[in-house]
C-alpha cells in the first residue's frame, strides 16, 4: 500500500501472519525489484526479449503450420539471403513433404499448391477464383447460373469428385468456405496442367495452357499486386504456383522425366 503495508490476497479467509508470509517470498526484494524496472533499469534475468520470439512466415494461425525451430537463445536473426524449406503438420491440408517432391507425386504436388494458395491473402484467392471462372466459362451466369445450385453447376465444377473433402459447393467464390475456395482453385489448375489432347473439353477449347492461364492472371491482379508493398510476397507465391504448375506440365506433356526433383517452396 502507499503508507508502506503489505496487501495480501488469499483464499479460505485464514489469518496468515508476516512469518508464514515470508515463506513464500520476500517482500522487501520484491518491493525493490519493481521499483528499479520503474526507473528504466535492466528487465528481470529471464526475461522475454519481443525481438526473438519466432513467428512463422504465413500470417494465417488456423494453417496449422508448424515450422522447425531450434531454442531462441540459439537462433540467429533471419536475413533477406536465408533460404529455409518450409515443413509443416502433417494434418493440415496445406502440408508439403518435407523433403524434395518428384513431379509424379500427384498427392504431394496436390499438397504443394493448396499450401501456397493457403499463403495467399484470401482477398486474392478470391480475385484469382472469379478471374479463373470467368475465363472458364464467359457467360457463366447465363448458362451456369449460381442460384440453381449443384444442378447448374459446369461440367468442369469439382461437384462429383470422388474424394469427398475435394468437392466444392457450386457458390460465388466469396461465399465458399476457405478449404473449398483453395480446393476450387487447386482443381481448375491440375485442369490446365494436362496435356491439351487429355483437357477437359471446356479448357480444351480455349486453348488453355498454364502461360496464357499465368499471362491472364498476372494482366488482371497487376494493379492489386501494385498497390502495396506488402504485395510483394504474393507475388512471390503468384509466381511459385505457375512455376511448379508449368513443371508438372512438361512432366504430363513427356518433356521431362517422373523423377524430376522440384523444391520451389521457401520461407523467404
Request: proline residues 7%; aromatic residues 6%; glycine residues 4%.
Amino acid at each position: 500500500m502507499d503508507d508502506g503495508r503489505l496487501l495480501t490476497s488469499h483464499s479460505h479467509g485464514q489469518d496468515i501472519s508476516n512469518d508464514i508470509l515470508s515463506r513464500f517470498f520476500d517482500a522487501v526484494e520484491f518491493c525493490r525489484v519493481v521499483n528499479e524496472l520503474g526507473h528504466g533499469t535492466d528487465p528481470l534475468p529471464g526475461a522475454i526479449n519481443r525481438a526473438s520470439v519466432y513467428t512463422p512466415d504465413c500470417t494465417d494461425s488456423a494453417r496449422g503450420l508448424e515450422s522447425e525451430r531450434t531454442p531462441l537463445s540459439s537462433q540467429s536473426p533471419a536475413t533477406p539471403s536465408t533460404v529455409a524449406p518450409l515443413t509443416v503438420a502433417s494434418e493440415s491440408i496445406y502440408s508439403l513433404p518435407q523433403n524434395r517432391i518428384t513431379v509424379n507425386d500427384a498427392p504431394a504436388m496436390w499438397k504443394a499448391y493448396k499450401y501456397l494458395f493457403g499463403c495467399c491473402q484470401q482477398t486474392m484467392c478470391k480475385m484469382i477464383a472469379k478471374i479463373w471462372i470467368q475465363t472458364l466459362s464467359p457467360k457463366k451466369q447465363a448458362t451456369h447460373p449460381y442460384q440453381g445450385g449443384q444442378a447448374t453447376a459446369p461440367a468442369w465444377w469439382p461437384t462429383n469428385c470422388l474424394t469427398k473433402s475435394k468437392r466444392v459447393r457450386h457458390r460465388q467464390p466469396d461465399h465458399l468456405y476457405k478449404p473449398e475456395r483453395i480446393n476450387l482453385l487447386a482443381h481448375i489448375l491440375r485442369l490446365v496442367v494436362e496435356p491439351s489432347a487429355k483437357q477437359h473439353i471446356a479448357i480444351r477449347s480455349l486453348g488453355l495452357d498454364v502461360k496464357r492461364l499465368e499471362d491472364i492472371t498476372s494482366s488482371k491482379l497487376r494493379d492489386f499486386l501494385e498497390k502495396h508493398d506488402m504485395n510483394a510476397r504474393k507475388r512471390q507465391r503468384l509466381a511459385q504456383l505457375f512455376e511448379l504448375a508449368q513443371q508438372e506440365a512438361r512432366f504430363r506433356n513427356g518433356d521431362i522425366g517422373r523423377h524430376k526433383p522440384i523444391q520451389p517452396i521457401y520461407g523467404q
